[in-house]
């Protein structure tokens, strides 16, 4: 509309050349100090009033401690390769149709297998064979086919289930074969401390990655359960939350929104669709300054009128 | 446009430079002349309350540094174990929520203000951008806090790194990879960025109100030092 173009034009071409009307003094240092101060008394005020949470770690020992039952048929899962991370795919391991894709865009095969994990291997028999008394059930597990560690572990983890409260001592007889032994061998190694040592050092003195240690408590229902009393899962607002009443990560809300509305939170590739619909968005506004439409709105709902005020009802 | 307005306003008597570092400076001075890099006044349209946000975003910035050198100086699990080190940690974090919340509000400020006007489009994208390098830089925070939070953070994060391909090379669950992460690599590109943003608000000034006009007693009104400095400009 010539109606609008016509100011349109004239606040361009004022934007784009040196402002030639009044000015008033201003003192960048002074504004500076200034903030540094009411930020510095709004920092140490909310720091000796809220203070920060810290809720301790869990470890291995723990969750044998805590949670034995869950320990053991976690274990068994990871002998027996159904947990989730045994069926994870890339960058953990080969597990076909597992990657999260959008049509044809597969992203995370695109890594390969980086951080292998074997989660029988890595999480069960590896530990036990670091063991001063190693099981005998160890020479039985190795000696024996896939088939038949896959009648074992999959016997023992029905049989698990069905025991009153999943109680592994409570399992009725079986073809369970040596795998109520290993479960037991790596349950009492748990619990003595030395399975977290085992699984993070990885034959190492140093250690700074605790990728398998991480991996392993997320495949039983002991760590998520933790997490879910404290609102930190997926369906509870997910990792915008903090334990205890804390503000926590609230920038990452729209992040943690699409989680929680369909066709997202019951797809199984939302990881994907959600990352890629923030960084869309985060390139938008990125680029709002050349998307007509985005770009106009601040003209057509006057909230400048608001902020510049004074210089409106002084023109 | 103001950079050419100050083209011209290279010394005469300088001679034109003929090496890499007398070209840089002459450059870097018509570009960011002291008077714009430090300036004592601004436009008579600078006087809103949105205008704090922006400073009190650096200032918040500030004690996240400063916050930040005290507990890399005793390591990620001092916290845990001394009175001291916890208050610290607390400054680090409620330094990082005043920083996010002067940053944001300066953001839908500026975008309410249409900022980008002028030639300013450079700017607003910093912006954008050191919000974005600022919310990875949090997010590293979070992972290195060595609790159960951390814990469950690494351990329900991988999944989203994991779908696009990045979590081969960014492994939340690798503390020492985290680590550096957050106490190098993100502070120096949150501060590379904001350094740039600023120096960007600096160079093109502050954007003039939307529909301002030249028949607006604020231009009819001028300073005879700035049209002097506009006259010899010319």
Same mark, same amino acid.
Do not use: C
């Given at each position: 509309?010539?109606?609008?173009?016509?100011?349109?034009?004239?606040?361009?071409?004022?934007?784009?050349?040196?402002?030639?009307?009044?000015?008033?003094?201003?003192?960048?240092?002074?504004?500076?100090?200034? &903030?540094? @101060?009411?930020?510095?008394?709004?920092? !140490?005020?909310?720091? %000796?009033?809220? #203070?920060?949470? +810290?809720?301790?770690?869990?470890?291995?020992?723990?969750?044998?401690?805590?949670?034995?039952?869950?320990?053991?048929?976690?274990?068994?899962?990871?002998?027996?390769?159904?947990?989730?991370?045994?069926?994870?795919?890339?960058?953990?391991?080969?597990?076909?149709?597992?990657?999260?894709?959008?049509?044809?865009?597969?992203?995370?095969?695109?890594?390969?297998?980086?951080?292998?994990?074997?989660?029988?291997?890595?999480?069960?028999?590896?530990?036990?064979?670091?063991?001063?008394?190693?099981?005998?059930?160890?020479?039985?597990?190795?000696?024996?086919?896939?088939?038949?560690?896959?009648?074992?572990?999959?016997?023992?983890?029905?049989?698990?289930?069905?025991?009153?409260?999943?109680?592994?001592?409570?399992?009725?007889?079986?073809?369970? &074969?040596? @795998?109520?032994?290993?479960?037991?061998? !790596?349950?009492?190694? %748990?619990?003595? #401390?030395?399975? +977290?040592?085992?699984?993070?050092?990885?034959?190492?003195?140093?250690?700074?990655?605790?990728?398998?240690?991480?991996?392993?408590?997320?495949?039983?229902?002991?760590?998520?359960?933790?997490?879910?009393?404290?609102?930190?899962?997926?369906?509870?607002?997910?990792?915008?939350?903090?334990?205890?009443?804390?503000?926590?990560?609230?920038?990452?809300?729209?992040?943690?929104?699409?989680?929680?509305?369909?066709?997202?939170?019951?797809?199984?590739?939302?990881?994907?669709?959600?990352?890629?619909?923030?960084?869309?968005?985060?390139?938008?506004?990125?680029?709002?300054?050349?998307?007509?439409?985005?770009?106009?709105?601040?003209?057509?709902?006057?909230?400048?009128?608001?902020?510049?005020?004074?210089?409106?009802?002084?023109? | 446009?103001?950079?050419?307005?100050?083209?011209?306003?290279?010394?005469?008597?300088?001679?034109?430079?003929?090496?890499?570092?007398?070209?840089?400076?002459?450059?870097?001075?018509?570009?960011?002349?002291?008077?714009?890099?430090?300036?004592?006044?601004?436009?008579?349209?600078?006087?809103?309350?949105?205008?704090?946000?922006?400073?009190?975003?650096?200032?918040?910035?500030?004690?996240?540094?400063?916050?930040?050198?005290?507990?890399?100086?005793?390591?990620?699990?001092?916290?845990?174990?001394?009175?001291?080190?916890?208050?610290?940690?607390?400054?680090?974090?409620?330094?990082?929520?005043?920083?996010?919340?002067?940053?944001?509000?300066?953001?839908?400020?500026?975008?309410?203000?249409?900022?980008?006007?002028?030639?300013?489009?450079?700017?607003?994208?910093?912006?954008?951008?050191?919000?974005?390098?600022?919310?990875?830089?949090?997010?590293?925070?979070?992972?290195?806090?060595?609790?159960?939070?951390?814990?469950?953070?690494?351990?329900?994060?991988?999944?989203?790194?994991?779908?696009?391909?990045?979590?081969?090379?960014?492994?939340?669950?690798?503390?020492?990879?985290?680590?550096?992460?957050?106490?190098?690599?993100?502070?120096?590109?949150?501060?590379?960025?904001?350094?740039?943003?600023?120096?960007?608000?600096?160079?093109?000034?502050?954007?003039?109100?939307?529909?301002?006009?030249?028949?607006?007693?604020?231009?009819?009104?001028?300073?005879?030092?700035?049209?002097?400095?506009?006259?010899?400009?010319?």
């Amino acid at each position: 509309m010539s109606g609008r173009s016509t100011p349109r034009r004239n606040d361009d071409a004022l934007a784009h050349r040196p402002w030639r009307g009044t000015l008033r003094e201003y003192d960048l240092f002074k504004e500076l100090t200034v &903030g540094v @101060v009411v930020v510095g008394v709004l920092v !140490l005020g909310l720091s %000796a009033v809220f #203070g920060s949470p +810290d809720d301790r770690s869990i470890t291995l020992r723990s969750w044998a401690t805590s949670a034995p039952a869950d320990f053991v048929a976690t274990a068994t899962a990871e002998l027996g390769g159904t947990s989730d991370l045994a069926s994870y795919g890339p960058p953990y391991n080969r597990t076909p149709d597992a990657t999260q894709t959008i049509g044809a865009i597969d992203l995370q095969s695109l890594s390969g297998v980086r951080i292998p994990i074997d989660t029988a291997k890595d999480f069960v028999i590896g530990p036990l064979t670091t063991l001063p008394a190693r099981p005998a059930a160890l020479s039985v597990w190795s000696a024996s086919t896939d088939k038949q560690r896959t009648a074992w572990t999959t016997a023992y983890s029905d049989a698990l289930s069905k025991a009153p409260k999943n109680d592994p001592t409570r399992v009725g007889k079986g073809a369970y &074969g040596p @795998v109520p032994a290993l479960t037991t061998a !790596l349950l009492n190694m %748990a619990r003595t #401390g030395a399975l +977290d040592g085992v699984l993070s050092t990885k034959n190492s003195f140093f250690n700074l990655d605790y990728s398998r240690s991480i991996l392993f408590l997320g495949d039983g229902t002991y760590f998520s359960g933790l997490a879910s009393s404290l609102h930190l899962t997926g369906d509870q607002w997910g990792v915008m939350n903090e334990t205890g009443n804390y503000p926590g990560q609230s920038w990452l809300w729209l992040f943690s929104f699409w989680y929680q509305v369909e066709p997202f939170k019951s797809a199984p590739n939302a990881d994907l669709l959600v990352v890629s619909l923030m960084l869309l968005l985060t390139l938008a506004l990125t680029l709002v300054p050349f998307i007509p439409g985005l770009r106009s709105l601040p003209r057509w709902i006057p909230v400048h009128r608001l902020i510049w005020r004074d210089y409106y009802r002084r023109r | 446009m103001s950079v050419e307005g100050r083209t011209t306003e290279t010394p005469a008597d300088e001679p034109s430079a003929r090496t890499w570092t007398g070209k840089s400076r002459q450059w870097l001075l018509r570009r960011l002349p002291p008077e714009k890099l430090l300036p004592d006044d601004q436009p008579s349209y600078v006087a809103s309350w949105i205008y704090v946000f922006g400073i009190g975003a650096i200032a918040s910035f500030v004690f996240v540094i400063l916050s930040g050198i005290v507990l890399s100086l005793n390591g990620p699990l001092w916290y845990h174990v001394s009175v001291l080190g916890h208050f610290v940690n607390s400054t680090h974090l409620w330094s990082v929520e005043l920083f996010f919340i002067t940053m944001v509000i300066h953001l839908w400020g500026k975008y309410w203000m249409a900022a980008w006007r002028g030639g300013r489009a450079l700017t607003w994208i910093t912006g954008v951008v050191s919000f974005a390098v600022s919310i990875v830089a949090a997010f590293t925070g979070y992972l290195l806090q060595t609790n159960f939070d951390s814990q469950w953070i690494a351990f329900q994060a991988k999944d989203a790194l994991n779908a696009v391909g990045i979590g081969a090379w960014f492994n939340v669950a690798d503390l020492g990879q985290i680590f550096m992460w957050h106490i190098t690599l993100m502070p120096l590109a949150v501060a590379a960025v904001v350094v740039l943003h600023v120096i960007l608000v600096r160079m093109h000034g502050v954007v003039p109100p939307l529909d301002a006009a030249e028949s607006d007693a604020q231009l009819r009104s001028t300073t005879p030092s700035l049209i002097d400095t506009e006259g010899d400009a010319r």
